[in-house]
């Protein structure tokens, strides 16, 4: 939260503003929206209850000075007339007539709930404003082409990295602005972002992702490319239209929960393919979830992937030809594949790399390489 907003905030604010970042958790974002929220409630309400000249500009109105005996002169009545000012002088949308009200509950709740000194909650019964439900806007293949091709100037490199990830990955500004490099993973070809609500999530990069911001020269110099392709072929549209098809039409259920949820109700004779995160002799990043997906995961898959076999589930399983993995699957069916790959921050190290296919049942032709 921003020192400015604790020097300009009354008591009771800086200690809600406290309390919503250190105790419940909540992203400096969502508190210096909150902060800006009350900020502008308390100067209408200066305004409103004839506090301070009503021909005050509102930017110079100060709150440093509410007190308690203050706050508890105001009801729902004086809210709504907020609300109503929000709407015909300030001109705010639905979105942000919702952040405001949700910072003014929250607020009174705080001071209601959880340091009991207010008799009642003035916000009690405010609705939220309805938002609308609008499809995203996006560029096409063309647009964004054409996006990436005007990129010029003393910082056209960072702007070029800035631009691709948000082509590529669809993250948040506030996301994007808080990346640092230890975020990312050149060798898995993934990055850690933070989210709404402090929430972590992973980024897989793409091949035109990956290698377009990253890569380096002979001399070992960052070297971001600048092309001029007409044509990326990014994905194949007959593919995703195909298996779009098939999940519609048929009895599909995706899930998303832990693998052995994932797989408790299957029965002799189903089959189950596992693609977990794939172990790694030489890197030790393992943060594919906030929880990890390390050597004990990878343990925990393997009693799993036995405890399928022998309920005679016919069982797949695809990971890295590691000492690890070779040791779990012994006593199965190990097939040593070679995989092509095409991302890496090393050029030298894009090519083939060895991977399994472990079953519990025995395959009768050898799989493509």
């Not at 490199?157 to 994007?176: A, P, V």
């Not at 943060?287 to 799993?304: D, M, V």
């Amino acid at each position: 939260m921003k020192k400015q907003y604790l020097d300009e905030s009354f008591e009771l604010l800086q200690q809600f503003l406290s309390y919503m970042q250190n105790v419940k958790g909540r992203s400096e974002n969502t508190v210096n929206e909150y902060f800006i929220s009350l900020r502008t409630f308390f100067r209408y309400m200066k305004k409103h209850k004839g506090i301070v000249d009503e021909n005050i500009e509102e930017e110079k109105i100060e709150i440093d000075d509410i007190d308690l005996d203050f706050i508890k002169t105001i009801s729902f009545n004086d809210i709504s007339y907020f609300m109503n000012y929000c709407i015909s002088t300030r001109n705010n949308g639905a979105a942000a007539r919702a952040r405001k009200s949700c910072a003014i509950r929250v607020f009174f709740n705080f001071l209601y709930q959880k340091l009991n000194l207010i008799d009642y909650d003035p916000s009690k019964g405010l609705d939220t404003p309805k938002l609308s439900k609008k499809l995203p806007k996006f560029l096409s293949l063309e647009q964004s082409i054409e996006l990436l091709n005007t990129i010029d100037g003393k910082y056209k490199e960072r702007d070029y990295c800035i631009l691709t990830l948000f082509l590529n990955c669809g993250m948040r500004l506030s996301e994007l602005v808080g990346i640092n490099i230890k975020d990312i993973n050149f060798e898995e070809c993934q990055m850690n972002v933070i989210g709404k609500g402090n929430k972590q999530r992973t980024i897989y990069l793409n091949k035109a992702c990956f290698n377009g911001l990253y890569r380096v020269n002979s001399k070992n110099e960052f070297n971001v490319p600048f092309g001029k392709k007409e044509k990326i072929n990014t994905y194949e549209g007959n593919n995703l239209i195909t298996v779009s098809n098939y999940l519609t039409m048929n009895d599909i259920k995706i899930l998303c929960v832990d693998f052995e949820v994932s797989v408790k109700d299957a029965k002799k004779g189903d089959f189950v393919y596992f693609d977990p995160p794939y172990d790694s002799d030489t890197s030790t990043f393992n943060s594919y979830t906030e929880e990890g997906f390390g050597k004990e995961e990878q343990i925990r898959l393997a009693k799993l992937f036995k405890e399928l076999s022998d309920k005679g589930v016919y069982v797949m399983l695809s990971n890295h030809n590691t000492i690890l993995v070779k040791e779990l699957y012994k006593d199965y069916h190990v097939h040593v594949i070679e995989a092509k790959r095409n991302i890496n921050s090393n050029g030298k190290k894009r090519g083939k790399v060895e991977e399994v296919i472990i079953t519990n049942y025995v395959v009768n032709h050898e799989f493509d390489n």
